[in-house]
């Protein structure tokens, strides 16, 4: 099946920097991806729709300067947490679909300090 | 909107009882189902799906029902092992949105020797 990585697995950070999260697929081209946040215990809510080439979709209570998106080639989109506070901490997942299928990847845990 | 509801967790099985988790819908129009699963350190991989009333989606001895005059899509297993302990999402998607899917909070399975 297809294959979406992320890099980094984890990361920490201390307040007030910002983070980059890379979401690649490995072999298929992705021309949307998806980025959703993971709160323990909790479900995955979608943050944005990354188009390639355009801007991203962001859904509602998003703040789209907090959380920039890039979808700057087929197969690598980038989100990058802007000002990271300790509520930013988080899981963020991306994925991507072929057809009416989701791929997703493993994940990234992001600590604020 | 489309909402989601699954059963809270953790459910804990011995090896080889009968498995449900509960899964009940509500969206306009006429969704597409999904459940996913998420091992530990994994990133979510679709289980099953099924994309119609009454259509019956299974996978490794999982087995799902759409059931439209219930909205609902209960997952069912009927001899669980330990490699099925995991988290699983119910999940829809409603045609026409670009495969945004919208998901349950996760059911946490545990499964005992």
């Known amino acids: 099946g297809a294959v979406v990585s992320q890099h980094p697995s984890w990361v920490i950070c201390k307040s007030g920097t910002s983070v980059k999260i890379e979401c690649r697929s490995l072999?298929?081209?992705?021309?949307?991806m998806f980025w959703y946040r993971q709160f323990p215990k909790q479900s995955l809510m979608l943050m944005a729709t990354?188009?390639?080439?355009?801007?991203?979709?962001?859904e509602q209570g998003v703040e789209k300067d907090k959380f920039l998106i890039n979808h700057a080639s087929l197969t690598l989109s980038t989100l990058t947490v802007t000002s990271a506070h300790p509520e930013d901490s988080s899981f963020y997942i991306c994925?991507?679909?072929?057809?009416?299928?989701?791929?997703f990847g493993p994940g990234t845990r992001l600590t604020v300090l | 909107g489309d909402s989601v509801t699954q059963m809270e967790g953790p459910v804990t099985l011995s090896e080889e009882a009968f498995l449900t988790i509960n899964c009940t819908y509500t969206?306009?129009?006429?969704?597409?189902l999904f459940w996913y699963v998420q091992y530990p350190g994994e990133g979510l991989q679709l289980l099953l799906k099924?994309?119609?009333?009454?259509d019956k989606g299974s996978n490794k001895g999982f087995e799902a029902t759409y059931r439209k005059e219930t909205t609902s899509f209960h997952l069912e297993k009927g001899s669980v092992q330990v490699s099925d302990s995991a988290v699983y999402f119910c999940?829809?998607?409603?045609?026409?949105?670009?495969?945004?899917?919208?998901f349950g909070t996760g059911t946490r399975l545990q499964v005992t020797l």
């Open positions: 072999d298929f081209q992705a021309t949307t």
């Open positions: 994925s991507s679909s072929i057809g009416d299928t989701q791929y």
């Open positions: 099924a994309t119609k009333a009454d």
């Open positions: 999940a829809l998607r409603t045609t026409g949105t670009a495969s945004k899917l919208t």
């Open positions: 969206a306009t129009g006429y969704p597409s």
């Open positions: 990354s188009n390639e080439g355009s801007k991203a979709t962001y």
